[in-house]
Every structure is written in structure tokens, then in C-alpha cells.
């Protein structure tokens, strides 16, 4: 089974950026596609990127396309979510998650996850 660890969160401005990590343990990573999920309070776990497996595509949420980039290194077992021009709406517990297959953009279609990691944007 694959074990995931993201990492890279934190407070910043409006406008600022962060890069978001996600180390995985196991064989399977490299054949997995991979998937940025957020959770904002109050609110229900929502897509925001994936990438295939061997990185070769990708698909956005509207609302962070052109913000957000997903990207992946297999020889590092990591996958990674580098965001620009942050906006408050942005806040909220971003979570890794992994799954066979083609790339989905639903909770339920994700196999395995993250514990997750706090991105706060002020204004």
C-alpha cells in the first residue's frame, strides 16, 4: 500500500506563493495517478489537480487553472503542487491523494490519502 506525506504549507499574502509537497512510500506510486484535493471549513473536499502517471497530462479546477501547477517526479516518489497568485479562497487543508487509472476528479474515486496540510492566505 502507499503511504503519503504532504508537506510545504503555511501562511501567506494575497498574491504570494507556495509549493506544496507530497512524498510517497511504496511501488505503486510510480504507476498511480495522482490528485490535489482542499478542504476549506465548513465546506466538502474539493478537486483541485491530477496529473497521470507518467505526467504526461493534467487537469485544473477552474478556479485555480492558470494559478495552480501540478507536477511529479517518479524517481523521488513525489508529486507536487506549485501555486501562484494565491487568493484568501485558496485557504484551506490541501490533501494528496492517489488511485489506478485515469485521472478523476471525485473524493470517492481517490484509493488512498494524505493526512493533509494547512495553506492559510491572508489579505
Known amino acids: 500500500q502507499v503511504q503519503l506525506v504532504e508537506s510545504g504549507g503555511g501562511l501567506v499574502q494575497a498574491g504570494g506563493s507556495l509549493r506544496l509537497s507530497c512524498a510517497a512510500s511504496g511501488r505503486t506510486f510510480g504507476s498511480s495517478t495522482m490528485g490535489w484535493f482542499r478542504q476549506a471549513p465548513g465546506k466538502e473536499r474539493e478537486f483541485v489537480a491530477a496529473i497521470t502517471w507518467s505526467g504526461g497530462s493534467t487537469y485544473y479546477a477552474d478556479s485555480v487553472k492558470g494559478r495552480f501547477t501540478i507536477s511529479r517526479d517518479n524517481a523521488k516518489n513525489t508529486v507536487y503542487l506549485q501555486m501562484n497568485s494565491l487568493k484568501p479562497e485558496d485557504t484551506a487543508v490541501y490533501y494528496c491523494?492517489?488511485?489506478?487509472?485515469?485521472?478523476?476528479?471525485?473524493?470517492?474515486?481517490?484509493?488512498?490519502w494524505g493526512q493533509g496540510t494547512q495553506v492559510t492566505v491572508s489579505s
Open positions: 491523494a492517489g488511485k489506478f487509472g485515469v485521472i478523476r476528479t471525485t473524493v470517492d474515486m481517490y484509493d488512498y
